[in-house]
Each structure stands twice: as C-alpha cells, then as structure tokens.
C-alpha cells in the first residue's frame, strides 16, 4: 500500500508559481498513475489533472489548461505538479492520490482513486 505525502503547498501572489510534490517513502511510484485534486471547504473535491503510466496526462479540469502540468521525478520517486500563473481560485488544499493499480488509466472521477496523501494547503492572495 502506498504512502503518500504532498508538500510545497504556500502562500503565493496572483501570476506567481508553485510546484508541488508527492511522493512515496515505502513503494516506487514509477509508472504508477496518480491525480492531483483539490478542495475548498464547503465544495466538493474537484479534479486537477492526472498522470497516466500508459496514457500520459489527462485534464480534469479545463481551468487549468495551459498553467498546470505533471511530471515525474522518479530520482525523488516523487509526480510534481506544476503550477504557473495562478488564481485566486486555485486556493484550496491539494491532494495527490492512485488507484487500486499501477499502471491504470486516469480513472473518470475521485471515486476511482483508493489511496490519498493528507493534502498541502495552496492559498493564491494578493
């Protein structure tokens, strides 16, 4: 069973960057599909984007076309997310998480997703 961590989370103005991680400190993440999610209180957890081991990159949300994207740093064994140009809206407290196997296709919504790290808190303030 995995055990993940997000961090990197912060305090950023609008336009700026921040790059988040998650990572595993007992099992190698290497081609195993994670997603990114995130959640404001009193919403539901909204979908960011998901890395793939066979399909590559899905987005979840449209929002984030162009200014979000994920790599892997299999060095760190860790997926990154990358996020530039920033919004007030993208606050929220983000989660990375994987499904029940490794080298699934993004699952379609938050329910296909079985293991979750305990999030990182991203406020964008001016």
């Known amino acids: 069973q995995l055990n993940l961590v997000e961090s990197g989370g912060g305090l950023v103005q609008p336009g700026e960057s921040l790059r988040l991680s998650c990572e595993d400190r007992?099992?190698?993440?290497?081609?195993?599909?994670i997603g990114w999610f995130r959640q404001v209180p009193g919403k539901e957890r909204e979908g960011v984007l998901c890395?793939?081991?066979?399909?590559?990159?899905?987005y979840y949300a449209d929002s984030v076309k162009g200014r979000f994207t994920m790599s892997r740093d299999d060095a760190k064994n860790s997926v990154i997310l990358q996020m530039n140009s920033l919004k007030v809206e993208d606050t929220g407290v983000y989660y990375c998480?994987?499904?029940?196997?490794?080298?699934?296709?993004?699952?379609?919504?938050?329910?296909?997703?079985?293991?979750w790290g305990q999030g990182t808190q991203v406020t964008v303030s001016s």
């Open positions: 998480a994987a499904p029940s196997y490794r080298r699934s296709p993004c699952p379609a919504s938050a329910d296909g997703y079985v293991q």
């Open positions: 890395v793939s081991g066979r399909d590559g990159i899905t």
């Open positions: 007992t099992l190698s993440l290497y081609d195993f599909t």
